[in-house]
């Protein structure tokens, strides 16, 4: 088997409920989806980045784990496209009892329920319609997907929690159907809310992000607004 990595760092964590910890990135290349402010897009591409065989990769690993490494974050682009050789890579990271994290928009639930038990964090980012994530077509399909995978998240016991990132081009109406979607249909146990807003490009303004923060602390009181803090001292 072989996988294809687009880059491996050490850097520190700057989203999510685990922010500022010391973490190795495993970056995968390819993620055949659009978002408009997506960071990382020259990892999208699977020709981008380099092939590894899975021996390989796991060395690659080794060798770049430092000491005090508090997790190892599997990104992406987006690491369910490649979940055969993430479940290998990440068990592998389990055996050295270093806790795994996987970073993921959850666009396929039998991918998801592949990777599930070798990663400890799991990170499950609703997109919204605005992001061009996908056209309104197959909207819909993604968010069974994403509802899916938090399902089985929540239910394994791992420590799962929720992120959204909005733009200004979010609506109060669209964030609020996500909402209803998650919290009306089943109360699952998550460990965080996390609104991101983008930075850099098309940025919500503080009345947007108290709306979007009100409307989830009516289901959920540990909600939080985290911008990517990593951004803010220039690290990767
Ligand atoms: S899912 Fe993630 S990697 Fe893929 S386009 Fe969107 S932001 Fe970029």
Redesign the pocket.
């Known amino acids: 088997m072989k996988v294809r990595l687009y880059e491996i760092f050490t850097s520190i964590e700057g989203e999510g409920i685990l922010y500022g910890t010391k973490t190795l990135f495993v970056r995968l290349a390819g ?1 055949p ?3 408009f ?5 020259e ?2 591409s699977m020709t981008s980045g380099r092939e590894y065989t899975i021996e390989e990769a796991k060395k690659l690993i080794e060798n770049n784990l430092v000491k005090n490494t508090y997790k190892v974050n599997f990104t ?3 690491p369910l496209v490649q979940s055969e050789a993430v479940s290998e890579l990440a068990k592998f990271v389990q055996q050295k009892k270093i806790p795994t994290y996987l970073e993921s ?1 959850c666009f396929d639930s039998v991918k998801f329920e592949q990777v599930l038990p070798y990663f400890d964090y799991i990170k499950i980012e609703f ?1 919204t319609l605005d ?1 061009e ?1 996908v056209n309104k077509k197959h909207y819909s399909t993604l968010l069974e997907n994403e509802l899916q995978c938090l399902k089985l998240a929540a239910n394994s016991g791992k420590t799962t929690y929720i992120k959204i990132v909005v733009s200004s081009r979010t609506t109060l109406e669209q964030f609020k159907q996500i909402l209803t979607s998650i919290f009306d249909m089943a109360r699952y146990k998550v460990a965080g809310f996390i609104i991101q807003p983008t930075y850099g490009i098309e940025e919500p303004d503080l009345k947007q992000l108290l709306a979007f923060y009100d409307a989830v602390y009516t289901y959920y009181e540990g909600v939080r607004i985290i911008p990517q803090l990593h951004k803010f001292i220039g690290a990767p």
């Open positions: 993620c989806f659009k978002c402010y997506c960071d990382t897009k990892a999208l992406g682009g987006d928009s997109k992001s994530f």
